[in-house]
């Protein structure tokens, strides 16, 4: 059982590596966890969902050089963010603010849930009522017993 946990660990190990280089990295610790944390609130333009921190894309890596030359400059961690944001829209927060230009980005997923639990629940209410149906009448059961009957005649035959 350790050995399969210990595989396990180790598969899951190359996941956890940062994309940062070492010629990327400052010298100093404090400005350098500044721009790791900043960098893990900026998304990569040309990936699926993935922060610059982590992204091995040459775009990330450029991000990831802004920001840490803003903060070299002296600019506060918003500072930066905002400078970024300037130049790559909202699309580059991954947590983008709530304000009229993204609500979409926000409500999207919601009303798409509703979209889909309304269809759902039409569907299945129309298969319900399409399966219900009344008890037969005297006069059609009577039909039905006739046509039985005639089906059963010219069985015969």
Same mark, same amino acid.
């Given at each position: 059982m350790r050995q399969l946990i210990f595989a396990f660990c180790i598969g899951l190990f190359p996941f956890a590596a940062n994309a940062v280089e070492p010629d990327e990295m400052l010298s100093d610790p404090v400005l350098e966890q500044r721009a790791r944390e900043i960098s893990k609130d900026l998304r990569c333009v040309v990936c699926q969902n993935q922060d610059i921190d982590s992204s091995n894309a040459g775009v990330a890596r450029d991000l990831r050089l802004l920001v840490r030359e803003r903060l070299v400059t002296g600019d506060a961690d918003t500072e930066v963010i905002e400078y970024i944001r300037a130049r790559?829209?909202?699309?580059?927060? *991954?947590?983008?603010? *709530?304000?009229?230009?993204t609500y979409a980005l926000w409500f999207a997923p919601i009303a798409f849930v509703l979209i889909g639990v309304f269809v759902g629940g039409g569907v299945l209410m129309s298969r319900r009522k399409q399966e219900a149906f009344e008890d037969l009448g005297s006069e059609d059961e009577n039909t039905v017993s006739e046509i039985l009957r005639r089906n059963e005649a010219g069985d015969a035959s």
């Amino acid at each position: 059982m350790r050995q399969l946990i210990f595989a396990f660990c180790i598969g899951l190990f190359p996941f956890a590596a940062n994309a940062v280089e070492p010629d990327e990295m400052l010298s100093d610790p404090v400005l350098e966890q500044r721009a790791r944390e900043i960098s893990k609130d900026l998304r990569c333009v040309v990936c699926q969902n993935q922060d610059i921190d982590s992204s091995n894309a040459g775009v990330a890596r450029d991000l990831r050089l802004l920001v840490r030359e803003r903060l070299v400059t002296g600019d506060a961690d918003t500072e930066v963010i905002e400078y970024i944001r300037a130049r790559y829209g909202d699309y580059v927060l *991954l947590k983008p603010p *709530l304000e009229p230009a993204t609500y979409a980005l926000w409500f999207a997923p919601i009303a798409f849930v509703l979209i889909g639990v309304f269809v759902g629940g039409g569907v299945l209410m129309s298969r319900r009522k399409q399966e219900a149906f009344e008890d037969l009448g005297s006069e059609d059961e009577n039909t039905v017993s006739e046509i039985l009957r005639r089906n059963e005649a010219g069985d015969a035959s």
